[in-house]
């Protein structure tokens, strides 16, 4: 297992080989996401790095975000319809309360 030091070393090299956050894979992005989270709540971060991952860190997140609202518009659920055959509907994620009628 990789020690704090080391793993703040690794994310400060990546400052000159970072991959824009727009090309990343979604699962990529969690990853290092994660790692900077990480990075932030160790003791042996200079300010000015951390400025730079937590800035990083918000530029994945909003495109964490925008991925996931993309994904979630794009689900659909197989509804069963009455005498018609199978249809497909928009994903409800749940947030809205259903309403009776």
Known sequence: M???AGR???LGRRKKEEVP???LPLDKCFQELEQIVEALEGENTSLEESLRLFERGMALSRRCLKELESIEQ???MIVEDSGQGVR???FDSGDNEATEE
Do not use: L
């Open 2 to 4: 990789e020690n704090e």
């Open 8 to 10: 703040i070393r690794k």
């Open 21 to 23: 956050v727009e090309q």
């Open 74 to 76: 794009r689900i659909e």
């Open 88 to 90: 497909t509907a928009p």
